[in-house]
């Protein structure tokens, strides 16, 4: 008698359900099993091999939530090819491939509920056997089966057999796939059944038609929207966003802006925060996905080249070579002990981030985070849950390889450390600075001069660059002056100077010839790019340093002839009319002229002013005389020098009659005596 525990109908499905495993199984309700007989009522059954097919889980589905699948119709924007893909459901069956993220689901969604009032769509598993999944045979509009684990394994039979009772039935079936394993017109020959690629709606369109949906009242979403500025709205809403992250642009805008009353860089920061959250919690499960991370976050709008260069180079010094992006097949270079390989766009997906094409070419194509404050929380997780990866980040920063842009954006990344910690990251930027690579003083410039400008790492940074200004290692007076370079939140010109003073004072090789031409070179970048007062500050400073016989005196006088050919409208605006500067000009020209070494670089920087044309002709002559006269009264012999060699020039010589005026004036206060 058989047991009221099972229907009749409930005991095949039990079966199918049951693993693939060579087993006896013995149904024995209210029976008795031992190694002997058997009595009662019972029934018995031997599982399939593991080799005769695949088995099947339970039939996991259920129908798609109402409120679900209403905001789906109702923020729906269609994609590009949405008709046609109207048109291939008419078989019966399609399948959808594309990219997590971009919209699948939604499209899917739209595809089996069109042209219904209340349609009734059920949502299969992905890891069911659609081998031995059936529909039912009325009640249901449409099915859903979202990431079957392998679409290589289904043949057109297999599905064949599901379209009859699909069309009794009067319902399509919609099978969303991440990608096509191989050309889609060989899956599509191999299923027998439209393969569909989904091109992603346009994000703006999401943005909007969400917001749309979700206000409760549109004039009051629409003024708050005005109030972003064009840099907030770039932030909400990127170039190339995902369908996806358009949507949660858009609901946060509607929860905390809205409804909560945040300000549009508000919402942003927030966005960016609970994605880097979520990125970060992702990255650290895999040391390759954390090293693409963080080279993402350092070098992010750089070639991917550029990306893979330095995650490769961040595994290898953790250790965890072979979990780097894949080479290409046939390579060789394969391991079987590496963790399975992801294409390239699944990893950029999983970290948010997005290639960016460039010119047409791929090699110059960049990576980019969609949200680039994503960074800023990465930094924050990691310096306060991976304090351990601190001296090791710095060490792979100390090598950013050749370019201004690499060197900046690896600087930059340890003032982000520096700022997360509060500056006690600092303490591993010695060994930075002193590694052996070129490009380590520069970054760690570009870490000191940037965490400069951050209240909670300004502290330590200043002590650091007092410190180094008073060391012998060339690396460390390299970094200091580069650090003191003008920079946009940057030390003020005059605690610059001083460093930069005190740096010249400290004895050191003779091999440090560089470091004092670095120091040359921001001299005049002060001055170039200063403002009147700091233009002041910096003749007044060179005044002060033209008085000494060492070093800073001699580098005074090499700085003042780049500076005299700076701004020449700028010289001879100031010149005739203040004073002080007219002073500090006549000083510091006389000191160049008297140095050997600078004699020639000035004597052309003095021509040059005496060479006014144009509206500005008169100004420059006003100025020229000015700066002649001055000289005259200081009666140095570098300049007598200069007066001696425009008087033997050809008549052509820019200055020459101002030259032999100022010549004139000399000899008439000197006493007999021969000059030449």
């Not at 842009?405 to 600075?433: F, H, K, N, P, V």
Request: net charge negative; with cysteine; hydrophobic share 45%.
């Amino acid at each position: 008698m058989a047991s009221d525990l099972f229907r009749a109908d409930d005991l095949g499905a039990v079966l199918a359900a049951l693993p693939g495993r060579p087993d006896m199984l013995v149904l024995a309700p209210q029976g008795t099993v031992n190694t002997g007989a058997v009595h009662g009522d019972q029934s018995m059954s031997t599982s399939a091999p593991a080799d005769s097919g695949p088995a099947s889980g339970p039939m996991r589905q259920g129908p798609v939530r109402a409120k679900r699948l209403a905001a789906a119709r109702r923020c729906f924007v269609a994609p590009p090819g949405f008709n046609a893909a109207l048109a291939a459901l008419d078989s019966g069956i399609v399948v959808l491939t594309g990219e997590p993220g971009t919209g699948r689901e939604t499209h899917a969604l739209n595809l089996l509920a069109h042209g219904r009032e209340e349609p009734v769509i059920v949502q299969v598993d992905g890891a069911v056997n659609l081998l031995r999944w059936t529909p039912r045979p009325r009640g249901v509009h449409g099915y859903l089966v979202m990431e079957p684990p392998d679409l290589s394994e289904l043949r057109a039979w297999d599905l064949s057999r599901l379209e009859a009772p699909l069309s009794e039935a009067g319902a399509r079936l919609v099978i969303v796939a991440a990608g096509a394993p191989g050309p889609a017109t060989l899956l599509e020959d191999r299923l027998g059944v439209p393969v569909l690629h989904h091109l992603p709606p346009d994000p703006v369109k999401v943005f909007a038609a969400h917001i749309s949906y979700g206000s409760p009242a549109p004039e009051v979403s629409d003024e708050w929207l005005r109030t972003l500025s064009p840099g907030e709205r770039d932030e909400l809403l990127p170039d190339s966003l995902p369908p996806r992250q358009a949507a949660l642009s858009a609901e946060a805008v509607l929860r905390l802006g809205i409804a909560g009353g945040s300000s549009g860089a508000e919402v942003a920061r927030a966005l960016a925060r609970a994605e880097g959250q979520g990125i970060v919690a992702r990255a650290q499960t895999e040391s390759a996905l954390l090293a693409h991370l963080l080279a993402i976050g350092v070098y992010g709008g750089l070639p991917r080249a550029v990306v893979m260069e330095r995650a490769a180079e961040l595994l290898r010094l953790t250790g965890a070579v072979g979990q780097e992006e894949p080479a290409p097949s046939g390579s060789g270079r394969e391991s079987v002990h590496a963790p399975p390989r992801r294409p390239w766009t699944e990893t950029l997906r999983l970290l948010g981030a997005h290639r960016v094409q460039s010119g047409g070419q791929a090699e110059t194509d960049t990576v980019s985070f969609y949200r680039p404050r994503v960074t800023d929380t990465v930094w924050e997780i990691l310096c306060r849950e991976r304090g351990d990866l601190l001296p090791l980040l710095h060490t792979w920063l100390a090598s950013a390889g050749p370019g201004a842009d690499r060197i900046e954006r690896a600087g930059r990344a340890a003032a982000s450390m520096a700022a997360a910690t509060g500056g006690r990251s600092l303490e591993c930027l010695r060994d930075l600075a002193l590694a052996p690579s070129s490009e380590a003083p520069e970054v760690a410039a570009w870490c000191l001069r940037t965490a400069a400008g951050d209240p909670a790492a300004a502290r330590a940074a200043s002590d650091l660059l007092e410190q180094w200004s008073t060391e012998t290692e060339a690396a460390l007076r390299k970094a200091v002056v580069h650090a003191c370079a003008p920079h946009d939140g940057g030390r003020p010109v005059g605690d610059a100077l001083d460093l930069m003073r005190r740096l010249m004072e400290t004895p050191a090789d003779a091999e440090d010839i560089a470091v004092l031409l670095d120091v040359r070179a921001v001299l005049v970048q002060h001055f170039a790019s200063g403002d009147s007062r700091a233009r002041a500050t910096v003749l007044a400073r060179l005044r002060d340093w033209a008085k000494s016989d060492g070093v800073p005196g001699l580098l005074t006088a090499l700085a003042f002839s780049d500076l005299a050919s700076t701004d020449l409208t700028w010289w001879s605006e100031r010149i005739p009319d203040d004073a002080e500067v007219t002073k500090g000009a006549v000083e510091l020209t006389g000191h160049a002229l008297d140095e050997s070494i600078t004699y020639g670089a000035m004597r052309d920087a003095l021509l040059v002013w005496c060479c006014g044309s144009g509206e500005a002709e008169q100004q420059s002559n006003r100025a020229s005389k000015a700066l002649l006269a001055g000289l005259v009264a200081a009666r140095q012999p570098g300049f007598l020098r200069w007066l001696l060699s425009v008087e033997r020039g050809p008549d052509t010589l820019p200055g020459k009659s101002l030259a032999a005026s100022a010549l004139t004036e000399w000899r008439s206060k000197s006493p007999a005596t021969n000059e030449d």
